[in-house]
């Protein structure tokens, strides 16, 4: 199984430095998106640029665009490892940065505000010079630690655009400015004035203490957020950390010799002792072992395998030493599929985060209009210079917009690396936004709600053909055939022929079985369309018939009986989902009472049976016409486009390549329990990302006025604007629980 696509075209990652908001990604995106053959997408929360190029455009064109721009472009490497550590490099360069600015800014804050406290409540204690003092302290802060804000804003300026920082940073240079002008011109604060005034009065000569405290505040929430961040890409790390280094190649004269695991060919013999992680995908050639794939796909029971037997790169195998043959390698196995689809669905964005994105681009001019006629209006009014500059600057500082810019993808951020823990793989946003409105799950029955692994029951012969012959013309045909009931007729064959009669002219029957010839004779196998022959008993409820023919039109020969069994979680799952007021569906090709009985089994609601692949998208259409939002869980090629036609589709890990790429999410444990987590997952980063959505608008749309009003103090506005920011980030990060 392929979890990835190998073409040339694939979109390619740039690790983007100097944003720092939502506005900064939009305006990259937009830019890339106006060069002709470049299709791009930007996320704040990744710091990543995903493009697709076309074939006359360069990665060095992306680089120089977005340097155009101020910020900085770094292409990454198709090796995981080299890319996991070029990203983890830049992300512990910041976090170290803002940690030395962070703490040189509080250290100094501190006896910026206590020292106006200490001669506002004892005002024999003042000295001469005490305010120059307070600028010394604020100095260091305002200019060192502030320079990044200080950076942006000159950038986007000089791109005629703005951001956040050139709130904070208008903010912080009109602060410090207004106080020297007031140090100079000798309007300094009365002496006991109170000690609570520099905090909770909107209104006063020196903001020095407040130009540090939004810097303070400011640092603190982008430190917050950026160990945030890092901390909600642990599990991609994580999951990327599982490819094996070296692995132990198996040589043609029977010694072995140890490789790079990178250096691996498909084609390639290794070997896996037990404690080791098996290298790449392949299939076991030699020994039997237990494989522990508990890290891949959360389920905490080994597997037995032995040869024949396909094994998964970055498993564990914990009894016997197994000798395995190379299948896929590099980008190709399943190990890289799954975090190709978790950084996909991080990179991916929800339309109300594309509505955020435009929100953002335009939110800074209309804050900083705002601004100018908060003061305005305070003029009109007759109000003094500082109640104009202290509301003028509370708006300015109080109104960014990095709550708001966050609030959607560092909930996706912490989702997607949560569900890969649990083996539940989220293809895009949109996965997020149609679980919300999922009311009905279908299941398909063989592979899906059943193991798949058919055995033949009984053979019931019509008397002219020995068993052992119609055995061996049904498997020659099944042979071809990658379907549950195929694999079993075969299986039956193999144990009473010693080798199968070639066959010709094979012709799969999507939904109806497969033809073939043998021995110049037409053969057909196919589910009954008619009353079984008079010759066959009747079958156990339970049973999956196949109906032998030969010749033109096709005499009936033989009935095969097959029998499935039932996913022990099945029933488990389905009761999950039902108490969680869903409606539950199984969806199956079988005849009534096979699927009837299963469906009895499991407890779903309602059983389609006798339906062809065509058939089933029909059938989910008609769900959809009576007002159902449907879900559908598959796992075979005919599963695929029904899989495409569900409002959501989630496919099941084990099963083909189309089943995989038709869906919305992609499920790799088999315990059917990770259908409802994967719904209650999504639901509950949709819950997240809404409530983050309210907080983020509600706290601009009840602050502004305030501040506007006269009724904050900027420092007071500084801190709510910071606890906002880190406010959201941290709901997200409860998602990890």
């Not at 029971?301 to 564990?316: I, M």
């Not at 407890?603 to 049976?609: K, N, Q, R």
Request: proline share 5%; glycine share 8%.
């Amino acid at each position: 199984m392929t979890l990835v696509e190998t073409r040339e075209d694939l979109p390619q990652d740039f690790l983007l430095t100097g944003m720092t908001c939502a506005a900064c990604a939009s305006r990259i995106e937009r830019r890339l998106n106006k060069v002709e053959g470049v299709t791009a997408s930007v996320n704040y929360a990744t710091e990543r640029a995903t493009v697709t190029l076309a074939p006359e455009v360069d990665r060095s064109d992306v680089v120089a665009v977005v340097a155009k721009l101020g910020y900085g472009a770094t292409p990454l490497s198709v090796d995981p490892d080299e890319e996991r550590g070029a990203v983890e490099a830049v992300r512990d360069d910041r976090v170290a940065d803002l940690w030395r600015r962070l703490v040189v800014a509080a250290v100094l804050f501190v006896p910026m505000v206590d020292l106006p406290l200490v001669l506002a409540v004892l005002p024999e204690a003042r000295f001469p010079g005490w305010e120059w003092v307070v600028a010394a302290l604020a100095a260091p802060v305002v200019l060192w630690s502030a320079w990044p804000l200080h950076r942006a804003a000159f950038v986007n300026a000089r791109h005629g655009a703005s951001s956040m920082d050139t709130l904070i940073s208008l903010g912080i240079v009109a602060a410090t400015v207004w106080s020297l002008g007031s140090i100079l011109t000798g309007n300094l604060p009365a002496p006991g004035s109170g000690a609570l005034s520099v905090f909770l009065d909107p209104v006063g000569p020196l903001y020095l203490e407040v130009a540090a405290a939004v810097t303070t505040f400011v640092l603190a929430g982008r430190y917050v957020e950026a160990r945030a961040k890092r901390s909600a890409g642990d599990a991609l790390a994580a999951l990327a950390s599982l490819a094996a280094r070296d692995v132990s190649v198996l040589l043609p004269d029977g010694t072995e010799t140890r490789i790079p695991a990178s250096s691996l060919a498909v084609g390639t013999r290794f070997v896996v002792r037990p404690g080791e992680k098996v290298a790449t995908d392949g299939v076991v050639t030699e020994g039997a072992s237990a494989v522990d794939r508990s890290m891949l796909t959360g389920e905490t029971v080994p597997v037995e395998v032995t040869a024949g037997d396909p094994v998964t790169g970055g498993t564990v195998a914990t009894s016997g030493r197994l000798v395995v043959t190379a299948n896929a390698v590099g980008s190709a196995t399943q190990l890289a599929g799954m975090i190709r689809l978790v950084e996909s669905a991080q990179a991916s964005k929800a339309s109300v985060q594309r509505l955020v994105d435009r929100i953002s681009s335009v939110f800074v001019p209309i804050v900083i209009a705002l601004s100018v006629l908060t003061g305005l209006g305070w003029w009109a009014v007759g109000g003094t210079a500082g109640q104009i500059f202290a509301a003028a600057l509370a708006v300015l500082v109080i109104a960014c917009p990095c709550a708001l810019g966050l609030a959607t993808p560092t909930a996706m951020l912490v989702a997607s690396g949560r569900g890969a823990r649990e083996g539940i793989f989220l293809k895009s946003h949109q996965a997020l936004e149609t679980s919300r409105v999922v009311d009905t799950v279908v299941f398909d029955k063989t592979g899906t709600v059943t193991t798949g692994a058919m055995s033949v029951r009984a053979v019931h012969l019509d008397g002219t053909r020995s068993r052992r012959d119609v055995l061996a013309v049904a498997g020659a045909v099944e042979d071809a055939s990658e379907h549950a009931v195929a694999r079993a007729v075969v299986a039956c064959a193999r144990l009473e022929v010693d080798e199968l009669p070639p066959v010709t002219d094979f012709e799969a029957l999507p939904g109806l079985g497969a033809r073939g010839v043998v021995h110049g004779l037409e053969v057909r196998l196919g589910k009954p369309t008619k009353a079984l022959p008079t010759w066959a008993p009747a079958p156990e409820p339970d049973s999956t018939l196949v109906l032998v023919t030969l010749g033109s039109p096709g005499e009936p020969v033989a009935v095969l009986e097959l029998a499935d069994e039932i996913k022990p979680s099945a029933a488990p799952a389905i009761a999950r989902l039902r108490s969680a007021g869903l409606r539950t569906v199984l969806l199956s090709g079988d005849r009534e009472g096979a699927a009837q009985a299963v469906g009895a089994a499991v407890g779903v609601d309602d059983v389609i049976a006798d339906v062809l692949p065509a058939q089933k998208v029909e059938a989910l259409a008609m769900l959809q016409r009576d007002g159902a939002r449907v879900a559908m869980v598959g796992d075979g090629v005919n599963d695929g486009p029904a899989l495409a036609a569900a409002d959501l589709g989630l496919a099941v890990g084990a099963g083909t390549d189309v089943a995989l790429e038709a869906a919305d999410v992609i499920l790799v444990r088999e315990d059917l329990n990770v259908v409802p987590d994967a719904l209650e997952l999504a639901r509950r980063t949709a819950t997240t990302i809404r409530r983050n959505l309210v907080w983020a608008f509600g706290y601009n749309v009840a602050a502004i006025p305030l501040a506007a009003f006269g009724l904050l103090s900027p420092l007071i506005a500084g801190l709510a604007m910071a606890l906002s920011s880190v406010l959201v980030v941290s709901s997200s990060v409860r998602l990890r629980n």
